[in-house]
C-alpha cells in the first residue's frame, strides 16, 4: 500500500526535515497517510496497549487488514475491549501481518512513529487535522517589569520536566510533555491525583523533579522492561502541581476562571493529599517590586531556579506565551572568540545552527540561541570570516562553572575587541 511506502521513505531521511516534509506535501491527498497521522498524532486518542514478542507471519501487505485494525484501534479507543481481551485481540491481529505491516502498525499503536516529524509539521500540512494541544507559556519578566500591576502572586521555578496530567471522567489519565509525548509510566501519579476529591475530568499542570536534575528524566523504555535502577530512578520523581483547570475548558483552548480561583480550586483539592508523590507549588502574593525581588533571592538561596509571576486575574491559554505568566531567572553576560560554526539541523538546515565559542579560561560554550532567521543565513555564508570574532553572549547563571556550557544565548559580536 502507498501509505506504508510513504512512511518507509520519510523514515530513510533520519534528520532532514525539508525532503520529509516536500515528500508529505507531495502527498498531502493520500487518505490513508492523512489518518496515521491523525491517528497517531491525535492526542486525545489513547489506545492503552503495549506488545511484546509479536511474529508477524502474513506475506503480503493488505487493505483489508488496514481496515480491520482501525476498528481495532477504535474499540480500544472507546474502551469497548480492555484488559486480557484486548491483548488476545491485538495479538492475533499482529499475528496476521506482514513485517512491514507490523512495523508501522506498532508505531500508530504507540503513537510514536519514530520519524521526526513533530505535530506542528503535520498541521502544517494539513491545518484541521488535529486538535491543538499546548500548554500556558511564560514571557520574560525584565520585558514587563515597569508594567506589573500589584499585587501579582510568585512562585519558586523549579528546574524539572513539565508535564501535564489529563484525567477523563473516570479518573484515567496519562502524563503529557510540553511537546504533547506521552508517558504511561507515570501511573503511580495518576494514581494518587485520581484520589484527590474532583480530580476527574481536570487537568493538572507542573513540574516533574527528582531530588537532583540529574535524577529527573523521562523513561525510555515501557515500565516493565525498565532495569531495576531506572525503576528506581522513575519511582523517586515527584509531580509538582502549579495549576489546575477543567480539561473542557482545556480543550477549548482558552480558560478564563482567574488564576486566584483556580489557585484555590488546587489548595482545597490538596488539603485531602495522602501522598508525598504529588506536592503543590509553594506560592505567595507580593505588593510591590521590593518584595518581589526580596522572593526571588530567598528562591535562589533555597536551591530554586528562578521565580514565576502570575497575574491573580490571568487566565490559562494553552499553546499561549503571554504577560499572565512571567520568568525570571539570573542571568550574566560572557565573551569569547568564535572557533567554530556549526550547521543546523530540521528547519535549521543548510544554514547556522550553533557557535562554538572559547573562553578565556579555555572552556568553551555552544551559543544555538538568540539568531533571528536572516542572521542565521547571513552568518552561515559568512562562516569563513567570522572566525576569530568575539562573540558577547548570556548564559543562565547556573551554568557559568560548568565545563561546558551549552546553552548560551546570542547577543552580539564585539566588534572593539
Same mark, same amino acid.
Given at each position: 500500500? +502507498?501509505?506504508?511506502?510513504? +512512511?518507509?521513505?520519510?523514515?530513510?531521511?533520519?534528520?532532514?526535515?525539508?525532503?520529509?516534509?516536500?515528500?508529505?506535501?507531495?502527498?498531502?491527498?493520500?487518505?490513508?497517510?492523512?489518518?496515521? %497521522?491523525?491517528?497517531?498524532?491525535?492526542?486525545?486518542?489513547?489506545?492503552?496497549?503495549?506488545?511484546?514478542?509479536?511474529?508477524?507471519?502474513?506475506?503480503?501487505?493488505?487493505?483489508?487488514?488496514?481496515?480491520?485494525?482501525?476498528?481495532?484501534?477504535?474499540?480500544?479507543?472507546?474502551?469497548?475491549?480492555?484488559?486480557?481481551?484486548?491483548?488476545?485481540?491485538?495479538?492475533?491481529?499482529?499475528?496476521?501481518?506482514?513485517?512491514?505491516?507490523?512495523?508501522?502498525?506498532?508505531?500508530?499503536?504507540?503513537?510514536? +512513529?519514530?520519524?521526526?516529524?513533530?505535530?506542528?509539521?503535520?498541521?502544517?500540512?494539513?491545518?484541521?487535522?488535529?486538535?491543538?494541544?499546548?500548554?500556558?507559556?511564560? #514571557?520574560? @519578566?525584565?520585558?514587563?517589569?515597569?508594567?506589573?500591576?500589584?499585587?501579582?502572586?510568585?512562585?519558586?521555578?523549579?528546574?524539572?520536566?513539565?508535564?501535564? %496530567?489529563?484525567?477523563?471522567?473516570?479518573?484515567?489519565?496519562?502524563?503529557?510533555?510540553?511537546?504533547?509525548?506521552?508517558?504511561?509510566?507515570?501511573?503511580?501519579?495518576?494514581?494518587?491525583?485520581?484520589?484527590?476529591?474532583?480530580?476527574?475530568?481536570?487537568?493538572?499542570?507542573? &513540574?516533574?523533579?527528582?531530588?537532583?536534575?540529574?535524577?529527573?528524566?523521562?523513561?525510555?523504555?515501557?515500565?516493565?522492561?525498565?532495569?531495576?535502577?531506572?525503576?528506581?530512578?522513575?519511582?523517586?520523581?515527584?509531580?509538582?502541581? %502549579?495549576?489546575?483547570?477543567?480539561? &473542557?475548558?482545556?480543550?477549548?483552548?482558552e480558560c478564563r476562571v482567574p488564576m486566584l480561583c483556580r489557585?484555590?480550586?488546587?489548595?482545597?483539592?490538596?488539603?485531602?493529599?495522602?501522598?508525598?508523590?504529588?506536592?503543590?507549588?509553594?506560592?505567595?502574593?507580593?505588593?510591590?517590586?521590593?518584595? @518581589?525581588?526580596?522572593?526571588?533571592?530567598?528562591?535562589?538561596?533555597?536551591?530554586?531556579?528562578?521565580?514565576?509571576?502570575?497575574? @491573580?486575574?490571568?487566565?490559562?491559554?494553552?499553546?499561549?506565551?503571554?504577560?499572565?505568566?512571567?520568568?525570571?531567572?539570573?542571568?550574566?553576560?560572557? #565573551?569569547?572568540?568564535?572557533?567554530? @560554526?556549526?550547521?543546523?539541523?530540521?528547519?535549521?538546515?543548510?544554514?547556522?545552527?550553533?557557535?562554538?565559542?572559547?573562553?578565556?579560561?579555555?572552556?568553551?560554550?555552544?551559543?544555538?540561541?538568540? %539568531?533571528?532567521?536572516?542572521?542565521?543565513?547571513?552568518?552561515?555564508?559568512?562562516?569563513?570570516?567570522?572566525?576569530?570574532?568575539?562573540?558577547?553572549?548570556?548564559?543562565?547563571? &547556573?551554568?557559568?562553572?560548568?565545563?561546558?556550557?551549552?546553552?548560551?544565548?546570542?547577543?552580539?559580536?564585539? #566588534?572593539?575587541?
Amino acid at each position: 500500500m +502507498l501509505f506504508l511506502e510513504i +512512511l518507509e521513505e520519510l523514515e530513510s531521511y533520519g534528520t532532514k526535515r525539508k525532503p520529509k516534509m516536500t515528500l508529505l506535501k507531495a502527498n498531502k491527498d493520500v487518505s490513508e497517510i492523512q489518518k496515521v %497521522f491523525q491517528l497517531c498524532y491525535d492526542w486525545k486518542r489513547t489506545y492503552g496497549i503495549r506488545l511484546y514478542d509479536v511474529e508477524p507471519r502474513g506475506k503480503t501487505v493488505s487493505k483489508k487488514r488496514w481496515r480491520r485494525f482501525r476498528r481495532i484501534l477504535g474499540l480500544l479507543r472507546y474502551r469497548v475491549i480492555t484488559g486480557n481481551k484486548a491483548k488476545k485481540i491485538v495479538e492475533k491481529f499482529f499475528r496476521s501481518c506482514s513485517e512491514l505491516e507490523a512495523k508501522w502498525y506498532d508505531r500508530i499503536i504507540q503513537r510514536d +512513529l519514530r520519524i521526526g516529524i513533530a505535530a506542528t509539521s503535520v498541521s502544517r500540512i494539513w491545518p484541521d487535522l488535529l486538535p491543538t494541544w499546548g500548554v500556558q507559556l511564560a #514571557e520574560t @519578566l525584565m520585558n514587563h517589569l515597569t508594567h506589573l500591576e500589584y499585587p501579582i502572586a510568585v512562585e519558586p521555578k523549579l528546574d524539572g520536566i513539565r508535564m501535564t %496530567f489529563v484525567l477523563d471522567g473516570k479518573g484515567r489519565g496519562v502524563g503529557r510533555t510540553r511537546k504533547a509525548y506521552e508517558y504511561d509510566q507515570y501511573e503511580f501519579i495518576v494514581e494518587a491525583l485520581r484520589k484527590l476529591p474532583g480530580s476527574a475530568g481536570k487537568v493538572f499542570d507542573g &513540574e516533574l523533579r527528582a531530588d537532583s536534575w540529574n535524577s529527573t528524566s523521562l523513561p525510555k523504555k515501557p515500565i516493565e522492561l525498565l532495569s531495576k535502577k531506572a525503576r528506581e530512578k522513575l519511582f523517586s520523581q515527584k509531580f509538582y502541581i %502549579f495549576d489546575v483547570l477543567d480539561s &473542557e475548558l482545556f480543550d477549548e483552548g482558552e480558560c478564563r476562571v482567574p488564576m486566584l480561583c483556580r489557585r484555590d480550586t488546587l489548595q482545597q483539592m490538596m488539603e485531602h493529599n495522602e501522598s508525598d508523590v504529588v506536592q503543590i507549588l509553594p506560592q505567595t502574593v507580593v505588593d510591590n517590586e521590593e518584595q @518581589l525581588f526580596t522572593f526571588f533571592d530567598n528562591a535562589l538561596k533555597e536551591g530554586y531556579e528562578g521565580i514565576m509571576v502570575k497575574r @491573580l486575574t490571568g487566565w490559562y491559554t494553552p499553546g499561549a506565551r503571554n504577560s499572565d505568566w512571567l520568568k525570571f531567572k539570573p542571568t550574566e553576560t560572557r #565573551e569569547g572568540k568564535l572557533v567554530k @560554526l556549526l550547521p543546523g539541523k530540521g528547519r535549521n538546515e543548510g544554514r547556522l545552527g550553533s557557535f562554538l565559542v572559547r573562553l578565556e579560561d579555555g572552556r568553551e560554550a555552544r551559543v544555538g540561541t538568540g %539568531f533571528t532567521d536572516s542572521q542565521r543565513k547571513r552568518f552561515w555564508k559568512r562562516r569563513k570570516s567570522l572566525k576569530g570574532k568575539t562573540v558577547e553572549f548570556v548564559v543562565q547563571k &547556573e551554568e557559568i562553572e560548568v565545563a561546558v556550557i551549552r546553552h548560551g544565548r546570542f547577543k552580539c559580536f564585539r #566588534e572593539d575587541k
